[in-house]
């Protein structure tokens, strides 16, 4: 008789992705050093100045196609091996599927994809430049399918039940700066264990059973994966 697999929840953010290449946000040199938020990442920017804005995503996603999978995407995809693995990321990069993970909630929206701005239904598949007169079905300009700052989070829904039931959480890679992604981790039971690896978190977020790795994700990812692997 085959036992139900344990549940993992991972809850990524940017630093999973430096070791590729993609610039975090709250680094020194991370992008809000170099952008202002309310000049590329709000609906009113997008009101003001649509180019500017595009311009921001198209160079981000420019980037991102010259990017791979590092270890740690690529560890937490061998992890379903033996788990039941469920990504929620708040990184818009698709280098969690490129390297294999069949389940990725993506919190904050997904760089890859255009979205109509007069019907947030009509999403497609984008891996060039969006240029002004780009646009959907309905004849309106497409924008980046991105969660921008002052707006919801509707992925939050589909989001917490996962914490609510997970085994185990690693969180990697994230400052836990941005709500209400950082809540997720005050979701799940008190009997989870968390495992945290970010080489750099400054102060710890206050859960019980944390573990601290104090690692790059490149590193300290594929070690645990390879230790709960060698558990089963
Ligand atoms: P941040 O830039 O706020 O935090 C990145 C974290 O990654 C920091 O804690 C770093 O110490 C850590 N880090 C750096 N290099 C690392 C490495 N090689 N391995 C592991 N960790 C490393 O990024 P997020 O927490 O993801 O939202 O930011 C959350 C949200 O804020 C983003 O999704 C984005 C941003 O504004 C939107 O744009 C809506």
Known sequence: MSRKKENIVVLSGAGISAESGIATFRDSGGLWEKYA?????????????PERVLQ??????RQLREAKPNAAHKALAGLEEKFDVQIVTQNVDDLHERAGSHRVLH?????MKARSTVDPQLIYDWNGDIRPGDCCEKGSQLRPHIVW???SVPAMEDAIPYFRTADRLLVVGTSLAVTPAASLIHFVPDSCPVFLVDPDIGLLPPIPNLRYIAMKAGEGVPLLVKQWLEEK
Do not use: C, S
Not at 37 to 49: F, G, K, L, S
Not at 107 to 111: I, Q, R, S, V
């Open 56 to 61: 921001f995503y198209n160079e981000r996603r």
């Open 107 to 111: 919190l904050h929206g997904e760089l």
């Open 37 to 49: 938020i309310e000049d590329v990442a709000t609906p009113e920017a997008w009101q003001r100045n």
């Open 149 to 151: 700052f002052g707006e």
